[in-house]
């Protein structure tokens, strides 16, 4: 039997779940996709100065994003420590897009934000589940700008601004991110929560996520390993 910690609560906007094989799914990802591929390619006919400069303003506009999603959760009632703490992974590499730019050159926030921010990026948006969905064009263009931004900018930030990948920076991370699980899953107990999905899996069509808690967060652990490394692998190819 799964176990759920969640507390019994009343919840005004239930998720939105959009099927990546529908139209919809299918739609967003190939928008998302080309305004991404877009960008990258953009930066190849830039000078380094402009180059920085537009990955800054992306990042400004993020923040005013994010800082906007919140506050259209507190206006309409919406907003509670049970659903809005940003301790949910990408909310994690949305805030560290947010502000990596504007402070001095750190190594392993970079390589923390590429391999969560892309493949946790990369997942929401092949399974989207929009939680709190209002029925408002800002949330659903908001989920999906602030997913594609945690994919973009750690890919930008290495092809055109020269931050790389270090070796075994892919099983750091992977511990860095297991400390953070240790912290965050009795949060999850204690206040009622499910940030990370670590208290209840969640309500989407992925091949990813099978079997009873906790069961189905060691079979992420498998996969995590897995492509971590991987891309570890290819991306240095590409350097070397």
Not at 38 to 50: A, P, Y
Not at 161 to 166: D, E, P
Request: contains cysteine; positive net charge; glycine residues 4%.
């Amino acid at each position: 039997m799964q176990i759920s910690i969640l507390k019994n609560i009343f919840i005004q906007f239930p998720p939105y779940i959009i099927d990546l094989m529908s139209y919809e799914g299918l739609r967003n990802f190939t928008i998302t996709s080309l305004l991404i591929i877009s960008f990258l390619w953009l930066g190849r006919v830039m000078e380094m100065d402009k180059k920085l400069k537009m990955a800054k303003i992306i990042c400004v506009i993020t923040l005013i994003i994010t800082i906007s999603n919140h506050l259209i959760d507190y206006n309409n009632g919406n907003w509670d420590i049970y659903e809005n703490l940003p301790l949910h992974l990408c909310s994690i590499t949305n805030l560290i897009t947010c502000f990596i730019l504007f402070i001095p050159k750190n190594q392993r926030l970079y390589e923390f934000l590429f391999y969560c921010g892309f493949w946790g990026g990369l997942m929401a948006i092949l399974t989207a589940q929009i939680n709190d969905y209002d029925g408002s064009m800002f949330k659903y263009m908001q989920y999906y700008s602030s997913h594609g931004t945690i994919i973009f900018i750690p890919l930008f930030m290495f092809f055109h601004l020269g931050y790389k990948l270090t070796r075994f920076s892919w099983l750091r991370v992977l511990v860095i991110l297991n400390i953070l699980m240790l912290i965050i899953m009795p949060i999850n107990f204690k206040i009622g929560s499910n940030y990370m999905y670590l208290a209840e899996a969640p309500n989407i069509k992925n091949p990813l996520v099978f079997g009873e808690w906790p069961f189905y967060i060691l079979n992420w652990e498998i996969f995590i390993i897995i492509l971590f490394y991987l891309s570890y692998l290819f991306f240095n190819r590409k350097t070397t």
